[in-house]
């Protein structure tokens, strides 16, 4: 609800004139998110469902700086309430630095124990082949090879 109101703020500032910079922000895998191991196990599980991509920090930053740089300073952004727009909420859709969100055929909530059980199995693979191998050698020894 916060952020839909947020929405809702920039779409009516824009209209009474005044330059708005609203652009969404990709998953990022900053402390605060990342302390939820939950979270953090879905995050590296996450890149397996192509076009998902989970930025660093430092990454998410620099893009929404430079975003944030252009809204204010170039006169074609949609920023600009001089430039007519379709629909207000094109207003979040042209800057949005999304991370694949919006082109992937899965949405987040879907795949989340799939990123998480993913992300497991990749961590365990070195574990699993030498439990196999040394479940190889015992019954090889067993059978008498």
Not at 60 to 72: E, G, P, Y
Request: charged share 10%; net charge positive; glycine share 8%.
């Amino acid at each position: 609800m916060a952020k839909r109101m947020q929405h809702w703020r920039a779409i009516i500032a824009r209209s009474k004139g005044c330059t708005v910079s609203s652009n969404i922000a990709p998953s990022t895998s900053t402390a605060s998110v990342t302390q939820n191991r939950t979270f953090a196990w879905a995050y590296e599980g996450m890149p397996y469902f192509k076009p998902y991509e989970i930025f660093a920090p430092e990454t998410s930053n620099s893009v929404m700086s430079a975003i944030l740089f252009n809204d204010l300073n170039n006169p074609t952004s949609v920023a600009n309430p001089n430039i007519p727009l379709a629909n207000p909420n094109q207003l979040f859709s042209y800057g949005g630095f999304h991370g694949g969100t919006w082109r992937c055929a899965y949405e987040i909530d879907s795949i989340g124990e799939s990123s998480v059980l993913l992300y497991f199995s990749r961590v365990a693979a070195p574990y699993a082949l030498a439990i196999g191998g040394l479940g190889l050698a015992v019954g090889a020894k067993l059978l008498g090879f």
